[in-house]
């Protein structure tokens, strides 16, 4: 049902978009499997393919990014090619560094030359290609933590909405608290949950290994293939 609702051009958006998030979030082996053919499918619309990929970025493993290349090049869109090369980005790009991928999207060839060429150095750096990436390196959910901390200093409202994003699936710590009014960045509420996130972690130990991907604070069984 999760992927038959995920699929579905005719359902529900809100349904739809919501088994994509629990795919990104906790799916296993054959979910993700699911998620690279729906990238590469011809048969589906390239909307959803290109949303495909949005959620391939969100779990973030490494194997995904070839899919999302392909994907790219089989879209005709320049409005869907741009939005994967940002999603592509960053996975492979430093967020505060240059972001070579999205300045070079309006040529595939140079697009697919550059982005194989940034994976292949990262895996070779990494020693694995069993890694979930995030911003060119190992993801970390501290390194989330920390750039969310500086969001606060920085009063920085855009950075929160992603931060999030990767945080509270991957902690299941309750992030409500980082909006007002579900609108309005709280960030005295996004202090309180970091220090709960330390407390937490000094309590019972660091349970997050980089490049691995977790749901609830707890890791997923085998979600790298």
């Known amino acids: 049902m999760l992927h038959a609702e995920a699929r579905d051009p005719a359902g529900s958006p809100m349904l739809g978009g919501s088994c994509m998030d629990l795919i990104a979030d906790a799916g296993r082996v054959a979910d993700l499997e699911f998620l690279a053919a729906l990238m590469i499918d011809g048969d589906v619309p390239p909307a959803m393919r290109t949303d495909a990929c949005h959620t391939a970025r ?19 869109r320049f409005a869907d090619r741009e939005s994967i090369a940002v999603y592509v980005s960053s996975l492979l790009e430093p967020y505060d560094g240059a972001l070579d991928l999205v300045e070079s999207c ?17 895996l070779d750096e990494l020693g694995t290609d069993q890694v979930v990436l995030y911003e060119g390196r190992a993801f970390d959910v501290h390194r989330i933590a920390w750039s969310l901390r500086r969001a606060v200093m920085d009063e920085d409202h855009g950075a929160v909405l992603m931060l999030r994003r990767k945080f509270e699936p991957y902690t299941g710590l309750d992030c409500s608290g980082f909006y007002e009014n579900g609108r309005h960045v709280n960030f005295r509420g996004i202090r309180d949950v970091l220090d709960q996130f330390d407390a937490q972690n000094a309590e019972r130990g660091d349970v997050f290994e980089p490049g691995k991907r977790f749901f609830f604070g707890h890791p997923v069984p085998g979600g790298i293939r």
């Not at 309006?106 to 990262?122: C, G, I, Q, S």
């Open 58 to 76: 969100c779990a973030g493993e490494a194997w995904l990014i070839e899919f999302m290349i392909a994907t790219y090049l089989s879209v005709e």
């Open 106 to 122: 309006h040529d595939a060839a140079v697009f697919e030359r550059m982005a194989h060429a940034k994976l292949r150095t990262l």
